[in-house]
């Protein structure tokens, strides 16, 4: 008999009995197809100098684009990548999420639904896409805790992200693990990866560990390499390690090219982060970037001699549960290419598309010489000293082509520049680039095709039908339950809670007061103040404190020593009462009672009984779709008549909610000069900063009359008859029905068919 085995493309042959003639010669068949095999398992050579990556020996120039998976979900994903292909991205970057994957200890693992990163990778791929693979394991990505999973807190003697023993043991033990569960989609192995990062903007906070930071630094890139993986490293904004391709993250970062090259010149310049974008706290306006800005950026990248150029975010989505950071809105849109619910943002979408082919089309001059080009002399063409003109060219068959990139960095109230530039006057507006091929205007930045574009548009749809609402209102206090902790003073509430809830009875980020059982009043930060109303008798009542998280830090040092909840004296009045004794208990009693999962667990009021506009109150709304919705079609609660709390679709956490107004609106968005600033161009100011609430498709039962039921946690006050579930309007997916069921459509139509317009 005859045993093979195979690894890694190694064949071994054992012969377990003496062979005979006749087994020889399946010995001889099995080896050819065997080896057959081997030879379609396509393996590439990931190297890189200065001017850029080469796949197999070639030269490649990457347009990447950020894509979180969890952020999104499996039924998104496939046109996701494709639109992003469509738009001339060839590499998706993303992270990993430690804490998604480990939420509670090192031995439990969760790849389910949108944590299934082996899926996503797999739809990169078959998109022909490349992957930069982002490992951490801290990512930021205002990503609750910076994706470090919480259960970490309690390992003795661990700081996190320094050279300490407890944390390099667990960073180690888990970059193992991901590495080898993931070694097939690597490129060494014929896989899309052909970019992983460790660590990641460590060189920002390097100084606050002193000397054991750089130690750490050191170590973690001598880690990764110790993997194997067959492909190159990077660390982004680590200027001060050899051994992996120091990377840049901004807004703009054209001019961190030349002293990157002055330290590393074997390096390539990458610009792994720009912000397409910004953030947005609840209570802030909607930040947005001009496309202008955008486009103006990325040519300035190019012209300089960057070869790798990634969107942050190119698909920003939703940061569904508790993942997000402190007091981020659920939605992470981004102001991206792909908005929140995976449509195109326009203008933006189209004129990065265009720029992308001009880019790639050319890309074969840009790389051409394998030298970055230098600016030319131009004080022969004019004297305005905002111009910067470089030039890339080939000789292909005899024939010079060339590719020039003109630039004109002056601010917007300067006037544009006219310049003879061979033989043909051009004129440079300011805060532009002019891309030309042999001396022919192929992408001006300045110049972006405004069309009509529903971003964040609703519209009731006749199809959604509200069945039944329904209250049941959460016991005030800690009560006798078996979870409650008793102590002299106050303790740090994430050591109760293990970041498994937001909320605990007693005790920063937002607290509660009630005496008696009657609600008092709320605050938000530390310190909190608390005026009580003075009608209460003399005698004893009981003082009950609800705290909450809203979520932990994501970008910062020692994170390891984070603290939340009554860390400092308590005083009623003017006598301290922090060493009374104090009752606690993690989880609202619907959490501990599972009403986010099975709802029919509780006794809910309906009709009369329905408690409206009252605190800490749990809603269950029932609702179906009536009829067939198209594929495409995406939905969003619109809270509007809520305050503030967190959502459960059909057992999903879409996450927390805030009606809270926004504000911030007031610095313009005058970017030139200067350059844009995430506080700058902000809209949507004097109304709620997040008020509809993505509901992917996958979370939802669209067949036809089929029963969804929505729980929602209400903390302050709310109307739950003013919940609807709404459909996302784009205008180029409506049909009859809708159209002729919304008035709102016709109005849109009609402006479009009277200016001659078109989508």
Known sequence: MIHLAMEQGIVAIFLLEEEEEEEMNNLVVIIVVLLLFINTIKSDIVEYDQRSLKINGERKLMISGSIHYPRSTPSMWPSLIKKSKDAGINMIETYV?????????????????????????????QE??????????????????????????????????????????????????IVNYLKPYFASNGGPIILAQVENEYGWLENEYGDSGKLYAEWAISFAKSLNIGIPWTMCQQNDIDDAINTCNGFYCHDWIQYHFQVYPNQPAFFTENWAGWIQYYSEGVPHRPTEDLLYSVARWFSRGGSLMNYYMWHGGTTFARYSSTFLTNSYDYDAALDEYGYEAEPKYSALAQLHSVLSQYSYILLSSGEVARPVNISNITTCNTIEIIQYN??????????????NFGVSSSAPVQLNWNGQTITVNPWSVLILY???TVID?????????????????KRVKNVLVSSWTEPIGVGNYSNVVTANLPSEQLDLTLDQTDYLCNAD??????????????SRGSPAHFVLDTKFGIGTHKLSILSLTMGLISYGSHFESYKRGLNGTVTLGTQDITNNGWSMRPYLVGEMQGIQSNPHLTSWSINNELSINQPLTWYKLNLIIQSEIQDTSSFALDMIGMNKGFIIVNGNSIGRYWLTLGWGCGSGCNYTGDGYQGYLCRTGC??????????PNDYLYLEPNQLNEIIVFEELSGDPNSIQLVQRYVPYQLDQTDYDNNLEFQRIFGWLKKNNKSF
């Open 509 to 522: 980020d937002m607290i509660y007061i009630y005496i008696d059982g009657e609600y008092q009043s709320w």
């Open 128 to 177: 022909g896409l490349y992957v930069h693979l982002r490992i951490g394991p801290y990512v930021c990505a205002e990503w609750n805790y910076g994706g470090i999973p919480s259960w970490l807190r309690n390992i003795p003697g661990i700081v996190f992200r320094d050279y300490n023993q407890p944390w390099m043991t667990e960073m180690a033990s888990w970059m193992t693990f």
């Open 686 to 695: 004097g109304e709620p900063s997040e008020r509809y609430y993505h509901v």
């Open 394 to 407: 080939t000789t292909i068959n005899g024939t010079l082509e060339t590719i020039t990139f003109v630039t």
């Open 438 to 440: 042999n001396n022919q």
């Open 97 to 125: 999420f430690w804490n998604l994957h480990q939420p509670n200890n090192s031995q439990e693992y969760n790849f389910e639904g949108n944590a299934n990163i082996t899926h996503f990778l797999d739809l990169c791929q």
């Open 445 to 461: 930045t300045s110049y972006v095709k405004q069309q009509y574009s529903a971003q964040k548009e609703f519209y009731q749809s």
